[in-house]
């Protein structure tokens, strides 16, 4: 049945082309110019994304049925799947006691002669194309009762063979164009497609012995083994991620060539007395990052750095010594949080350091009364600032430096790569920037999403720090956890009760936790001082409930998610997390790191809904959390859970979308490709084009 096809290079085989004119395949004509198909279908492959040609010939099919190994009914187990080619003898259509529901059936031959009852459920019509005598395969299941309950057919048509011979593709269809007329179209366009120039160069073909595009898109529509729809897809996959990284690297590189920064030479006495100053001991990750800091700055390359380290890691002082760096030689540093409560808290932290540096620090915040915000913006026009705290507005407002030397930006995996770029700085002078995460992502995946850095982690935290012992509590016992966080507050320890999501708007958030800390003052905590902090509240008293709960005014910070990041109180060493279910892994994980600052072992608390209300999910979720305090660990569990176009947020994250390869299952072409891009970056002609194509429509969408 299977007809013979001569093998391609690097694949079993694919189907025979008959090449008419030896030209170059036009890849981004229209699907309209292709035999049979009008404006109408146009239309309808449009809504498929499929436009172009080369839209065509990349429809990969989901799937591929095997048809070639159909059995007959005679051998069938009870459950079992199986394709079977058999002949119509009649059908007749049923109504089923449920009122929308109609089976049809038809009784069928297979070669053999053996005989069933094949079922359709919801496809009356198609009784009418099954007249007696028409040969269908169809594929499916043995139900109990000894029929046949078809999920999928083919009738053999005209083109039977192309539908029913070999490894068949399953295109992802829709309602106006099926799989069927998938198959016939790529089928026209795949011929031609073998004419397509291949942007990878020869020598890079040769040395990773990657067979064409053309034969690896022709193999994963029409593969003859199964094993070549794999190996295809890869190659193309390896293609996509050497276009995506290599147009990274070459952004990396026009931001490198556009602007220097000063070099700032070896750390001097300024930075032994921020050491000196530190009541620890610098831990070897730490000392490594700020040796690989070192080195950047040491160049008028402008550093281009990404510091990946869990919450509670000890990021700040590693930023805060690359701020001083460039303070020593007499230029600004600024530090850049993601939001105006972060800002402010990363404000009293540094300033705390500062002051007893002799160094001006100055806050800039767009919710300083008019006048401190003009008096901020001066001193750091003047230079009487050094430095400057306050959100990514600094940058995106054009706020005037004297002399910006060293950037840090928080809470990198909030910005986007056209952002990145923003920093770059303009004219003839760029900071050095330094990104910071605590959601931090496998290396690998790292080297794909954040392409234009350098990457640099703190996987351990400092050594004293005793890890978080999480419990996750049913709703019923919730009074238990209130018991544990009491006899905490009554040993001089301070607490956090973090509100539930409330999704509508941040005011109805803000309102719930004022409702909740009132709730909590007249019950549970009636004994205790309980403040209450949401984003909704204004700066200044944000600040004060701030210095109160730091100062241990207040024993219980009564809160909404605006604690995630930045809060340092060693002194608290219990948090409830009230109905947990409703956050996301990396959020709850984010707000465990509230806690377990100090030496002292501290408690999480995750109170969540009736466990039999929870999805399978967020049992997942808050089990993992309960397993683990490893945030690499738990970014790979949040990675199984979510997928990962939401986790890495591919579409914030200003990156084209992959079509082949998929950044969480291709992590070994990851590498292969990362190790190539030093030499594809500076390769012009074909590849260059393609990707700049590659990044267009990203490029649009940042723009948009
Ligand atoms: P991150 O910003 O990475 O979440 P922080 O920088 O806020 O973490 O550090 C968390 C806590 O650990 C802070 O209280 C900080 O003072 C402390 N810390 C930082 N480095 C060390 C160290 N080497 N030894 C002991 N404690 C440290
Ligand atoms: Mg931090």
């Not at 007959?72 to 007749?92: D, I, S």
């Not at 700055?297 to 750095?305: C, F, I, V």
Request: hydrophobic share 45%; net charge neutral; charged share 25%.
């Amino acid at each position: 049945m299977t007809a013979t096809r001569p093998a391609l290079a690097g694949f079993a085989g694919v189907v025979p082309f008959a090449p008419e004119r030896p030209r170059r395949f036009q890849a981004e004509v229209s699907v309209e110019t292709l035999p049979g198909v009008g404006p109408k279908v146009t239309e309808r492959l449009a809504a498929l994304g499929i436009r172009t040609l080369g839209d065509l010939a990349e429809y990969v099919p989901r799937e591929h049925l095997d048809w070639s190994k159909a059995t007959g009914f005679g051998t069938l187990r009870v459950g079992e799947e199986a394709t079977v080619a058999c002949t119509v003898e009649r059908t007749r259509v049923r109504p089923t006691r449920r009122r929308n529901l109609k089976l049809l059936e038809a009784a069928v031959t297979d070669s053999a002669g053996d005989r069933t009852t094949a079922i359709w459920f919801n496809q009356a019509w198609l009784a009418e194309r099954l007249q007696p005598g028409t040969r269908v395969l169809i594929h499916g299941a043995l139900a109990p009762g000894g029929t046949f309950k078809v999920e999928r057919h083919e009738l053999d048509g005209e083109s039977a063979g192309l539908h029913t011979v070999g490894l068949v593709p399953v295109y992802s269809a829709s309602e106006t164009v099926s799989t069927a007329r998938l198959r016939e179209l790529t089928e026209l366009v795949l011929p031609r497609a073998r004419w397509a120039l291949d942007s990878l160069p020869a020598w890079l073909r040769a040395d990773e012995d990657l067979p064409l595009r053309a034969d690896a898109l022709a193999a994963c529509h029409r593969p003859l083994e199964r094993a070549d729809v794999e190996r295809a897809r890869k190659r193309l996959a390896f293609e996509e991620l050497l276009l995506l990284m290599t147009g990274l690297a070459q952004r990396r590189r026009e931001l490198e060539a556009g602007a220097a920064a000063p070099a700032l030479a070896e750390p001097g006495e300024l930075l032994a007395r921020l050491r000196a100053l530190l009541p620890f001991d610098l831990t070897p990750e730490q000392e490594a990052a700020i040796r690989a800091i070192d080195l950047d700055l040491a160049g008028t390359r402008p550093m281009q750095r990404l510091l990946q380290g869990d919450v509670g890691s000890g990021k700040t002082v590693v930023a805060l010594y690359a701020l001083l760096r460039a303070v020593e030689r007499g230029h600004q540093g600024a530090l850049m949080a993601p939001t105006e409560t972060l800002a402010e808290q990363h404000f009293l932290t540094v300033e705390g350091l500062t002051a007893k540096l002799g160094v001006r620090a100055v806050l800039l915040t767009s919710s300083l009364a008019p006048k401190a915000h003009a008096a901020a913006r001066g001193a750091v026009a003047g230079g009487e600032a050094d430095l400057v705290v306050g959100t990514h507005a600094l940058i995106q407002e054009h706020v005037g430096f004297r002399s910006l030397a060293v950037a840090v930006v928080d809470e990198q995996h909030r910005f986007g790569v056209e952002q990145r770029r923003a920093l770059g700085g303009s004219g003839g002078e760029a900071p050095h920037v330094l990104h910071m995460t605590a959601t931090p992502i496998p290396r690998t995946l790292a080297m794909t999403v954040y392409g234009d850095l350098d990457v640099t982690e703190i996987a351990r935290p400092p050594r004293d720090r005793v890890p978080v012992r999480t419990a996750w509590v049913a709703h019923e016992r919730s009074g238990e956890a209130y018991t544990r966080l009491r006899r905490h507050l009554r040993e001089g320890r301070q607490a956090y009760v973090v509100c539930p999501l409330v999704s509508e708007s941040e005011t109805s958030e803000a309102r719930a936790a004022e409702v909740e800390a009132e709730r909590l003052r007249r019950a549970e905590l009636s004994d205790f001082r309980v403040g209450c902090l949401h984003g909704k509240l204004p700066a200044a008293e944000r600040r004060a409930v701030m210095d109160a709960f730091k100062r241990r005014e207040l024993d219980v910070l009564v809160a909404t998610t605006v604690i995630e990041v930045g809060v340092d109180v060693p002194n608290a060493t219990i948090m409830i997390v009230q109905e947990a279910d409703r956050f996301g892994l990396a959020q709850l994980h984010q707000l465990r790191g509230r806690v377990g600052r100090g030496a002292e072992q501290s408690y999480c608390l995750l109170v969540s809904r009736p466990r039999e209300d929870l999805t399978e999910t967020a049992r997942t979720r808050l089990q993992a959390l309960v397993d683990s305090t490893d945030g690499f660990a738990l970014a790979e569990v949040d990675l199984r859970l979510r997928g990962e176009g939401e986790l890495l947020g591919t579409r914030q994250s200003g990156l084209p979308d992959l079509r082949f390869a998929s950044l969480t299952r291709d992590r070994d072409l990851i590498v292969r490709a990362k190790r190539r891009t030093a030499e594809l970056v500076d390769e012009e002609g074909p590849f260059a084009d393609a990707v700049a194509a590659f990044f267009a429509d990203a490029d649009h969408r940042g723009l948009a």
